[in-house]
């Protein structure tokens, strides 16, 4: 089967960094996606990797590792709007997008 | 106005009743999707459409029954539900197929009674 695992809830501090992990098993691999969810909104698009390595963006990072079927969502300075659910997608051979059940974050002051 | 819009934003409704939720995307993409998001549980891939052609089923009951007009409005068509399809039913958009990057709308908050 197929599967994407990632812890179900987080705390962090604001201030501080937190990361989020993502293992994933899947039929070949062609992406992996980050997404933010607040409750009751939509999911928002985060971040992008298919190659090995960190992609930067502002206060968010995401790494892969594609030989360890891995990736983890690095937040800093991490702030009150950012406690959200993120998911992680991945991306299969047939072009399907294969969803974790998310990872709910708790920023407390 | 936001690039994928879903209404209603709240639905409920009777296990008797019919209703149809409306997907509208203004993005020009190719492929859309019908997701089902339960409370702790990986987003469910109901339907997939791509250039108004229906390209997957995953096994959803026939109560669920979808319809895509044009490559721009998406239709879920609702009869005979249960309590447990509450849910959260989000419509998404992408490029196409092989570029999945998808943009979701705010989802319709459905409760069934």
């Known amino acids: 089967g197929q599967n994407i695992d990632q812890p179900t809830e987080m705390t962090a501090t604001e201030g501080a960094i937190v990361q989020i992990n993502c293992t994933y098993q899947t039929s070949g691999f062609n992406g992996l996606f980050w997404y933010q969810q607040h409750a009751g909104e939509a999911p928002t698009f985060l971040s992008y990797n298919v190659l090995d390595g960190l992609e930067e963006k502002g206060r968010f990072s995401s790494f892969l590792s594609r030989s360890k079927g891995y990736s983890y969502l690095l937040l800093k300075e991490l702030q009150m709007k950012d406690s959200a659910s993120y998911l992680c997608a991945v991306i299969n051979s047939n072009y399907q997008l294969i969803w974790g059940a998310g990872t709910k974050l708790i920023i407390k002051p | 106005e936001t690039g994928v819009t879903q209404t209603p934003r709240h639905l409920v409704m009777g296990m008797t009743n019919k209703k149809s939720l409306k997907c509208e995307q203004h993005?020009?993409?190719?492929?859309m999707y019908w997701y089902k998001q339960s409370a702790k549980k990986p987003l469910e891939l109901m339907f997939v459409y791509s250039l108004e052609e229906r390209v997957e089923n995953n096994s959803v009951p026939s109560r669920f029954s979808p319809e895509c007009p044009n490559s721009s409005h998406l239709f879920l068509h609702l009869h005979t539900l249960q309590p447990e399809d509450s849910a959260l039913y989000l419509c998404?958009?992408?490029?196409?197929?092989?570029?999945?990057?998808?943009?979701f709308g705010q989802g319709t908050r459905l409760t069934v009674v």
């Open positions: 998404a958009s992408s490029q196409d197929l092989e570029v999945p990057e998808a943009f």
């Open positions: 993005l020009g993409h190719n492929a």
